[in-house]
DNA sequence: ATGTTTGTTTTCGATTCGCGAACTTTCTTT
DNA sequence: AAAGAAAGTTCGCGAATCGAAAACAAACAT
């Protein structure tokens, strides 16, 4: 059961016909892996993933909490993986910027609540 | 092509036998699956991926293209996984302003430096 | 109202699968 | 070295699953 699929779909505002042709397969295939009627073969699973960009593990719904979150301040001191935007990674001081700007918005919003 | 699973085997000092037994499945059926002769269905594929406690994306051989960069966009759009700081994860709201504010951020950069 | 796009469901030929069984190879024991 | 056991490979076939056309329904557009 890919319950990822329709949101996956919508969010690029995709019909079941468009992302069949993406996929190179009919749209009663595709409307079968959607509706949990049939699975994918493994390759067709793997194709869908490219074509949305996400992790195999993420259509099946696998996506552990501990992987699924990820620590900015963590980003920042251990750089085991790279924000990127644009096409060009996030160096140390965009990140830090970006960790105190939040802070201070949160901060911010948490006073205007409590007035 | 299932390549990582003679290692994964051979880790555990495990025959095919012992193996198809904790899969529930025959070992002729396991042997063609690490041959490459065929390939499980999904559920199957979930299953060794509960067994060595990884993810189906390694079986896969797919670990690296998508996890080690990440790009912003797509996460706001995706929402596959999620940025937190202070133990809090970042909404939608701050990370689309997160991305604003490192673009205009790099912009200032670009103009100063022309000055 | 009519035609068109979109989504759902059914049907069936084709493909793929699971596994027993037979076989080969490797390891163990004597 | 021979015999037996364990491990790994391959084959064949009934069963299960798949892909896609087609018919249908629903929503949208003209």
Redesign the pocket.
Known sequence: MLKRLLELRKNKNW???ETADRLG?????Y??Y??G?????IQ?LVEIADLYEITVDYLLNREEENNRELDLIKLLVAEERVLSLDNEPLNREELSNFIAFTRVKRQLNKSIKEM
Chains 1, 2 share one sequence.
Do not use: D, V
């Not at 397969?25 to 295939?29: F, G």
């Not at 009627?37 to 073969?41: A, D, I, T, W």
């Open positions: 019909s079941m016909q397969i009919a749209k009663s295939t409307a079968g959607e509706s009627y049939r699975m994918p073969p067709a």
